[in-house]
């Protein structure tokens, strides 16, 4: 059973340019949340996807957009990238429990985006 | 403003030792508080989930204590092992959101031989 997983794993764009990063979400999993940690900071919360719709967001300019598709696969897309962009992109997923507490979430490998 | 704070921000320790790893939250309100393991440039891994009814649980050499009154959190590493040099993240989830995970910087620790 293949655990999260994320593609590209590297990625080098320019600034200005337009990125899509890719997550598949555990086995079984129905919701996926988009991270970004820059270097040396602890992850910080993008947005979460559940049923095909962004349920919650972070403080994150629109520039950073995503989507769910029915296989519960997701994008996140970056517009109009800027060099503090830089990060490493990590997605997570989890099944969604009403009124859990304490549910798990799993993480991908990430993707190291690169803006030059 | 919701914030993790974790000390140290790095430590270095012996091969065989022990070591504890500090977290304070100001999180409110507050589900559930989780302690995560992240290998340079790999994805965090969950080594405990504790809601703010257990005090402490354990994975293995790894046991967390949480102190919902003061909003305190530990994870006590025993007999370390080289291959627990990485970063330890301390992770507070808010009431009501699954998915808005609050996550502290990191202690990095290096096990040396």
């Known amino acids: 059973d293949a655990g999260v997983t994320q593609s590209p794993t590297h990625l080098i764009k320019t600034r200005g340019q337009q990125v899509t990063l890719r997550c598949s979400p555990k086995?079984?999993?129905?919701?996926v949340s988009w991270y970004q940690q820059a270097l040396g900071q602890g992850p910080q919360f993008i947005f979460q996807?559940?049923?095909?719709?962004?349920?919650q967001r972070g403080n994150f300019p629109d520039r950073f957009s995503g989507h769910q598709f029915p296989n519960y696969s997701s994008e996140l897309n970056v517009n109009a990238l800027l060099l503090g962009d830089s990060a490493l992109y990590l997605c997570?997923?989890?099944?969604?429990?009403?009124?859990?507490?304490?549910?798990?979430?799993?993480f991908g490998p990430g993707t190291r985006l690169t803006v030059t | 403003k919701n914030q993790v704070e974790q000390s140290p921000q790095s430590l270095i320790i012996l091969e065989g030792k022990n070591c504890t790893l500090q977290?304070?939250?100001?999180?409110?309100?507050?589900?559930?508080l989780r302690w995560y393991k992240q290998d340079t440039g790999r994805g965090p891994v969950s080594l405990t989930i504790?809601?703010?009814?257990?005090n402490t649980k354990s994975n293995g050499r790894y046991t967390a204590t949480l102190d919902a009154d003061t909003k305190q959190s530990s994870l006590h590493i025993t007999a370390s092992q080289l291959s627990d040099s990485a970063s330890y993240i301390c992770?507070?989830?808010?009431?009501?959101?699954?998915?808005?995970?609050?996550f502290g910087k990191g202690t990095k620790l290096s096990v040396k031989p």
């Open positions: 996807y559940y049923e095909e719709e962004e349920r």
């Open positions: 992770v507070v989830s808010p009431g009501g959101s699954q998915g808005n995970l609050i």
């Open positions: 504790m809601t703010f009814s257990e």
């Open positions: 977290c304070n939250y100001t999180v409110s309100p507050f589900s559930n």
């Open positions: 997570a997923s989890s099944f969604f429990f009403p009124n859990k507490l304490g549910y798990e979430q799993y």
């Open positions: 086995s079984g999993h129905d919701t």
